[in-house]
């Protein structure tokens, strides 16, 4: 494929030149950082998002798949833009466009976060391409001439120290500075296809009306008529703005557990006695680590005795040891996300603290190794005997069971949150099972 790098630089779409205001007030600073959410109505002829077939003059070429997909980000977790090119008369471009109101100075672009998210899918992409991954563009303007910048993954190096795109696995790619950025025209002092650091454009390119007219994400022309590559990117980080694909919902979970060691009926707070708090399910937060009843989610909660029975008392030793089995469930919901390689990361808490030996846990019929977690908690990462993965419509359970190993001395809260292949495998995806009641 030997035309395959000398064909990634792209060029602005007619529809895009026509959807670009005809006058454009430069911006000479950019405001704080806000969170855009891109959905698939966002994205077409008619929304802030521009595909290459909106453009009229593209009638009869073959098109790429430019779409909001279920695919989840490794940030949010809630979806991605889904581009891709497979082997036509000639591989084509797929690409999604974004203009501003107004001419976003380099230099100020330069000055704040400016970076992406990317994945390349291996199996459905050309091993050559793979490394090339999607661009992050920037059409514009540098000394009253007109052209697009690309940012060039193979020549970078991701937040990981790896160079170019590695297939089947999310980077973050941050972008100015010293990233390279190819040209599409000769601008300047810098020729048509030539790679230079961002700061030198944003130093070059300091004429009136000079800067970025909007945003690209790209996968460029292949230049082989068997090439294909299968991409995902999100969270474009450009002029203080991130913009976040995503699907209309998310995941929801919950625990579910009954006792297996029965509590006296006529003495609620005897030995062995079980609740659950209820609670309505929450919207996962993208920041959570872990989930307690600090976090505002009512865990399913496991009580044994008072110390009250064998050996009498409210503080007795000879309590009895408390049981229970049951179930945590994740949903997507038909319009939710894809996740990737899932597990489970479970809670346990306890007022006063737990030690690893104060109670046994069994996920899926098999021991679980529980480790000290912080403000006395125990936790435990469960994952699937064979891979298992978490698609719109999908339910993914894991079956525990938990047994207080000493008298007990206050209810053995369970709390559990979804994992995920992000940046790397098993990543928290903020979305906590709240307890339910049996």
């Known amino acids: ?8 630089a792209a060029s602005l779409t007619t529809a895009a030149v026509l959807a670009v205001p005809a006058v454009l007030a430069p911006a000479t600073a950019s405001a704080a950082v806000v969170h855009q959410r891109v959905t698939a109505a966002d994205l077409g002829p008619q929304g802030p998002w521009l595909r290459l077939q909106d453009d009229p003059s593209n009638a009869g070429r073959p098109n790429g798949v430019q779409e909001v997909a279920p695919f989840a980000d490794p940030v949010r977790f809630n979806g991605s833009l889904h581009l891709s090119v497979a082997g036509a008369a000639q591989a084509q471009q797929a690409q999604a466009a974004h203009y501003f109101n107004r001419v976003a100075g380099f230099a100020a672009i330069g000055a704040n976060p400016l970076s992406y998210d990317m994945y390349v899918r291996g199996w459905t992409s050309t091993p050559s391409a793979v490394t090339f991954g999607a661009n992050l563009q920037l059409p514009g303007f540098c000394q009253g001439a007109f052209t697009t910048l690309s940012f060039q993954p193979q020549l970078a190096t991701d937040a990981q120290g790896r160079t170019g795109a590695v297939a089947d696995t999310w980077r973050h790619f941050d972008a100015g500075g010293a990233a390279l950025w190819r040209t599409s025209r000769a601008v300047g002092t810098f020729a048509a296809g030539s790679d230079h650091p961002f700061s030198d454009y944003a130093a070059a390119c300091n004429a009136a009306g000079d800067g970025a007219i909007g945003v690209i994400a790209n996968v460029g022309r292949l230049g082989d008529a068997a090439a294909s590559l299968d991409t995902y990117v999100d969270n474009l980080t450009v002029n203080g703005t991130v913009y976040d694909f995503a699907v209309a919902r998310t995941a929801t979970g919950r625990v579910d557990l009954t006792p297996t060691v029965p509590g006296d009926p006529g003495n609620p707070g005897g030995p062995g006695t079980w609740s659950a708090d209820g609670s309505s399910s929450a919207a996962p937060s993208a920041q959570a680590a872990q989930a307690s009843p600090a976090d505002g989610v009512a865990p399913a909660a496991l009580k044994g ?16 040891a408390c049981s229970a089995e049951g179930t945590v469930t994740f949903t997507s919901p038909a319009d939710g996300p894809f996740y990737s390689s899932v597990g489970t990361r479970l809670t346990l808490s306890r007022k006063g603290g737990l030690a690893p030996d104060d109670v046994t846990l069994t996920a899926n019929g098999e021991p679980v190794s529980l480790a000290e977690g912080p403000g006395g908690t125990l936790v435990a990462t469960v994952t699937p005997p064979t891979v298992v993965d978490l698609g719109p419509g999908g339910t993914y359970r894991t079956t525990i069971a938990l047994t207080c190993n000493q008298p007990a001395a206050g209810p053995v809260s369970v709390a559990a949150e979804l994992l995920a292949q ?4 098993l990543q928290p995806t903020g979305v906590v099972a709240t307890a339910g009641r049996r």
Request: hydrophobic letters at 20%; charged letters at 5%.
């Open 1 to 8: 494929m030997p035309r395959l790098a000398a064909c990634f």
């Open 305 to 320: 005795g008072n110390g009250g029975g064998s050996g009498g008392g409210n503080g007795g030793g000879g309590g009895a």
């Open 422 to 425: 992000g940046y790397e495998p």
